[in-house]
């Protein structure tokens, strides 16, 4: 990147998750890093939770003269032995700059950037293992759809990990399903990073654009803004201005594909909104396909999601959230046609109306232990409407709610969401 000039010390990166989407991002950051090795450390960690697997025979590193394909082994020394996740990510080779390690500490230490990739439930056991263990100026990336909703708050999990670590977290959604990025199918996503001044040399502008802004350094730094408007709570640490700054152009490069577009905005709420109520929508798509009303049916599902989840963007997040977030980025209108068109949720509610049966049955005979993030939203975020009495300012969201607590059928939705 042209706004990225030489510094005397480099990012190291650390991924914190190892699944599929873990290990694909892992992958994507490994590549950049060995290609700019004049901003990062090559070396990639990736903290993966310890456990004894067999590689399955139909690997490609598969050697039936040897104990390691053929007895259990810890799968850290799997990932680092064959360069390949045998579980979570198989048949994609791994970057030999990618290191595996099982212990979470030795994992972060000294590292600049981490990228938080893990299911949402591990990620409070995950933050009181890290405090006090990472570096106080080190800055995050939040990989985890969704938000968290009780009937009082939306939280974004990005300020849940900054508030609990005492650092600046982003996030990043996208219509990304994780095993096609990681067999480099062409597709993109979207960054939202929006730190303080304090934070580089060059902070982040506002707005869309990666290009750096030119700052008087003899101003005093401005206060960190959460998603809200307020102040944060969080005393940020500034990152050393021997490191290259960490601003929009800098997390391009790390992330940043020939087959992986990325593109980078501040708006984190927006960001993180679009990968939680899309699933809502997803749902609500998936009744309409189970009944055969056809493309059009869902397609004006999708319409109308697509504008109640900008109206709640805005509503309880108006002091950041910008409507183009939804409407122009990956992370909302492309996520939402890729999670209606053959996402999880929306194949679940599918079969549920097909057969009959309760979406929760679906789930427990289809996911093989996964669990749908939809159906939780759609209750959760009926729960926060319900108790501000707003329920029928977004009757596509209610209706899905009344739908699944057995209120409303699926063939009530063109008459629960007329206007």
Known sequence: ?????????????????SGNWGSAIAKIVAENAQEHGDLFDPEIRMWVYEETVTMPT??????????????????????????????????????????????????VKDSTILIFNLPHQFMGGICDQLRGKILPYARGVSCIKGVLVTKDHVGLFSEDIGSKLGIYCGALSGANIATEVAQ??????????????????NPTPHGPSPTSSQVNLNEPAQSHLDASGAASKVKLQPLPKDFPPLDHALLKTLFHRSYFHVNMVSDVAGVSLGGALKNIVALAAGFVEGLGWGD?????IMRVGLLEMVKFGKEFFRESVRAATFTEESCGVADLITSCSGGRNARCAKLAVERGVS??????????????????????????????????????????????????????IPNLIAT
């Open 1 to 17: 990147m042209a706004t990225l000039g030489a510094s005397p010390r480099r990012h190291k990166v650390t991924v914190v998750g």
């Open 58 to 107: 139909s690997s490609r590193s598969y050697d039936a003269s040897s104990e390691l394909s053929t007895t259990p082994q810890k799968l850290t020394k799997l990932i680092n032995h064959f360069h390949e996740n045998v579980k979570y990510l198989p048949g994609i080779p791994l970057p030999h700059n990618i290191v595996a390690l099982s212990s979470l500490e030795e994992a």
């Open 184 to 201: 480099e199918k062409f597709s993109e996503s979207t960054i939202a990073y929006d730190p303080p001044r304090i934070d580089s040399r």
């Open 296 to 300: 059009n049916a869902k397609a004006a």
């Open 359 to 412: 979406i929760d049955e679906v789930e427990r005979t289809e996911l093989n232990g996964q669990i749908l993030q939809g159906t939780s939203t759609a209750k959760e975020v009926n729960g926060f409407l319900k108790a501000r009495g707003q329920e029928k300012d977004f009757p596509l969201f209610t209706a899905v709610s009344r739908i699944l607590e057995g209120s409303a059928k699926p063939e009530d």
